[in-house]
């Protein structure tokens, strides 16, 4: 076992964690944050995506000894029913969420983009959201929820 | 060189299990003494969105909002069997049930109060913004909640358990005459796209999607299933190729069987028309399959448009594209 400290939702833990566990195992069975999905386990679908020292990264290919000492936020920490995030509250707004799946990746890769950059263009939204895979709404309302949520981060 | 193309292409579809298959669906109702409704039925949400069809059924007919209705479905041990979340069913099918059960707790009802508020008949009673009373008559008339709490006072409940059967009947093997499904969804998709004839690749510029759904009950999930069966039928005609090797699948992952990303799809502008199904919840029929259908068509015909190679195998490879066009060339 090692020892790891990290910060998740803006609390500090410290974890025995295996040599090979995932960051998304220690995230949901060690931490019981359910809200980050496993699609694929291979990197490849988004469904795990955690906001890492200010990155997105596919939980399912980090190691959870290499998140020693970083900063998380999941999907936990983004918001909830009583104050959503604008990218939720958009989200919501426009129905951009069928299965819900995708969706909490959806919303940190979201968060991430317009926490950098509050006036994205079309196409850097696209491609901010391309490495997360919806195969139910066809990204339509997912985009132009995140529009909504950029404009209203705005004003 | 980029060539661009349009593509039309239509679909009709038959929705229900078809072919004289006993296509059931089923629901218990029971309307309660603070206002509210709940419903019960087998149908599985997905993410399609039943769940919330329902209570709107429930609640169009019951003078109440959405969110008065409970809807409570999914559970083997406590719901009716509506069968499966497929063959576009479920809003028309589990729709159905679910319209008959509230109709029938709702006729207990009316009947109840018909005799409370001394009206001969209980076509004289009508349910309204979470008010029942005599139609014509604001001086009779109460919060529904009430008059189910004086009836429950007295006895009485109003629930109900209903079921409905597609019509369908299995078609003749011999002559191919028979009535296999009813009802039947249409759909029309026009795609613009942009062949790059140097690597073959295709772009989806814009598809246009115009589909017959009876009457939309929501129109925000009827975009929704639009534009999801829109970027399906694009992985379909252009990404999408399931390889098997005796039996076992070559490409069982994300990254080699490839599906639609943000950056494949184009803006979809879905559209809808209106023609009510007489036999549907008010006018209601399925979207979910046919929503994919016509996006096939449509983008293969486009290709042919735009660089006059006509595709035979889906899906619609880059590798295929150059081959038709060196063909072409060859003459
Ligand atoms: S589960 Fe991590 S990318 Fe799919
Ligand atoms: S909503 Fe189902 S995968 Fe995105």
Known sequence: MIEIKLVVNDKPYTLEVEPSERLIDALRNRLGLLGTKEGCGEGECGACTVIMDGKTVNSCLVLAAQANGSVITSIEGVGNRRSPHPVQKAFVEVGAVQCGFCTPGMVLSAKNLLDKNSKPSNEEIGIAMSGNLCRCTGYDKILRAVKIAAEEGKE | ??????????????????????????????????????????????????????????????????????????????????????????????????????????????????????????????????????????????????????????????????????????????????????????????????????????????????HDVGKALNPTQVEGQIAGGVTQGIGFALLEELELKEGKINNPALSSYLIPTALDVPSIEALFVEDAECTGPFGAKGLGEPAMLPTVAAIINAIDDAVGVRITSLPATPEKILQGLAEKKEG
């Open chain 2, 1 to 210: 060189m980029k060539k661009r193309g349009i593509g039309l292409g239509c679909s009709w579809y038959g929705t229900g299990y078809g072919n004289g298959f006993p296509d059931v669906s089923s629901a218990f109702v029971e309307i309660h003494d603070d206002g509210s409704a709940t419903v019960l039925t087998g149908a599985v949400d997905v993410g399609q969105g039943s769940n919330s069809i329902f209570a709107q059924i429930a609640a169009e007919e019951l003078g109440l909002e959405s969110k008065d209705i409970c809807v409570y479905s999914g559970d083997t041990d406590a719901t009716p069997d509506s069968g499966t979340t497929a063959a576009t069913r479920q809003t028309y099918n589990t729709g159905n049930a679910v319209l008959k059960a509230v109709r029938q707790a709702k006729s207990s009802l009316l009947d109840y109060a018909a005799h409370e508020f001394s009206c001969p008949t209980s076509e004289g009673i009508e349910l309204k913004e979470g008010y029942i009373g005599v139609k014509g008559d604001p001086s009779r008339c109460m919060p529904l909640a009430d008059m189910v709490f004086q009836a429950r006072l007295k006895g009485e409940r109003f629930i109900s358990a209903e079921s409905s059967t597609a019509r369908s009947t299995p078609v003749d093997p011999e002559t191919g005459q028979g009535a296999p499904y009813w009802p039947y969804a249409f759909g029309c998709q026009m795609a613009e796209v942009e062949v790059n004839t140097e690597t073959g690749m295709v772009r989806v510029l814009k598809v246009v999607a115009v």
